[in-house]
């Protein structure tokens, strides 16, 4: 069994990712320090696939633990690496945090595939290395602009180190995956995004208005340059968001990879509104939802959307789900997680 260390992987871009891996024939171990998550998304995998992911609970800043878990688990072929702090918000009120958590890790995780010799790593990086983008779509030739958050500063640098570190170490490789806007849950309900402080993003508000737990939604501006006024953003939905990971790594293990250290764009190519966010929750759950239009946020970018052309050519991998899909799996998720917490309220 190909052996693969998920860091992160009890938030939610790890654990569907888990999910993925594991339907692929990986033997897959996780580390999460649980700073912003708990460990119910590994009962979420293991309903799913029947598969108990064992969790090492420690924080990866600190490298003499993270240094066991590698002498403990010889043959570690692969790193995905989604452990970071990622609210852009925070990052602007807690810089010093994000600079210590996102990238201290990052050296961590660094200084052990060079010491245990671990061939391949995965990046989680982000849409927010562009910036302000000035043309779209974003490809992944178009220049990172200046980065409007520490937190997107993290994953230029993170980049960056990782580029360095790749070209004095030419037998390792990496791959450099660059997020746009991940939503919805897996198809079974029983794992979604499960944020343990205030959601913000749009997607888990929408579903946490319609099911009464929040009291309206606020879109932020109807009056941006765009079809109707509102952002445009590239959702992508989860599971084929989690499917590029293993693509990923899996062109890395057949050695396709021409340089060593690649970088892709994962979106669907399509720009959507958040009106049409909004109208397409409407169509799949047929029920009316509570919004108004409010002030625009402050340093949100009008449009983006990107082409991921190149995942499409080199990965084999295809976006298969669309706005439509994010809403219904995202609602169904919703509406199981928030009876369950109905269910434990009724037993206090
Ligand atoms: P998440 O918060 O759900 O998951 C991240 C996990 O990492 C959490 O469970 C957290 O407890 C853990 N973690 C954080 N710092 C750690 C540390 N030092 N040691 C051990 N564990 C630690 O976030 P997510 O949405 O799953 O994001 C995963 C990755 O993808 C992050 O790197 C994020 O920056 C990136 N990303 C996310 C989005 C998005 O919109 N969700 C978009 C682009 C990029
Ligand atoms: C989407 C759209 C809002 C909430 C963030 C990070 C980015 C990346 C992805 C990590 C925007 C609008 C939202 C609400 C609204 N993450 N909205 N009302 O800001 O595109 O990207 O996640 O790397 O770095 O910045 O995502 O979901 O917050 O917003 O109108 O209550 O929905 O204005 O147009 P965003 P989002």
Not at 67 to 95: C, M, T
Not at 107 to 117: D, Q, R
Not at 196 to 217: H, M
Request: proline share 3%.
């Amino acid at each position: 069994m190909k052996k693969v260390l998920v860091t992160g992987g009890c938030g939610y871009i790890g654990s569907h990712t888990i999910i993925d891996l594991l339907n692929h024939g990986f033997e897959v171990i996780s580390v999460d320090s649980n700073i912003n998550s708990d460990q119910s998304a590994l009962q979420g995998i293991e309903a799913i696939t029947g598969t108990k992911v064992k969790n090492y609970t420690f924080d990866l800043c600190d490298l003499e633990k993270t240094r066991l878990l590698f002498q403990e688990n010889e043959g570690i072929i692969g790193i995905i690496h989604f452990a970071a702090l990622k609210s852009v918000g925070e990052s602007v009120d807690q810089p010093l945090l994000y600079f210590n958590n996102n990238l201290n890790s990052l050296l961590n995780i660094l200084h052990c595939m060079e010491e245990f010799a671990v061939p391949h790593l995965i990046f989680s990086s982000s849409c927010s290395v562009y910036g302000n983008a000035k043309t779209l779509p974003v490809t992944e030739e178009s220049p990172m602009e200046v980065a409007e958050s520490p937190y997107a500063r993290t994953k230029q640098m993170g980049e960056h180190i990782i580029n360095d570190f790749l070209t004095k170490h030419q037998h390792s490789n990496a791959i450099l995956l660059r997020y746009f806007n991940p939503a919805g849950a897996h198809e079974s309900a029983l794992l979604g995004e499960s944020p343990i402080n205030a959601a913000s993003n749009l997607v888990p508000v929408i579903t946490e208005v319609a099911a009464g737990r929040r009291k309206e939604l606020i879109v932020f501006g109807d009056d941006y340059d765009t079809r109707d006024g509102s952002c445009v953003r590239d959702y992508i939905h989860i599971m084929d968001l989690a499917n590029a990971h293993t693509k990923s790594l899996e062109y890395l293990l057949r050695g396709d990879n021409e340089v060593n250290h690649e970088v892709y764009n994962l979106a669907i190519g399509e720009g959507v509104t958040v009106l049409e966010a909004v109208n397409a929750f409407e169509k799949v759950t047929g029920q009316k939802l509570n919004y108004r239009i409010g002030p625009k946020r402050a340093g949100d970018v009008v449009a983006i959307y990107a082409n991921y052309a190149k995942a499409a050519e080199k990965l084999a991998w295809e976006p298969k789900r669309n706005i439509e899909d994010i809403m219904r799996t995202a609602w169904a998720w919703e509406q199981r997680r928030t009876s369950a917490k109905m269910e434990t309220a009724g037993e206090d």
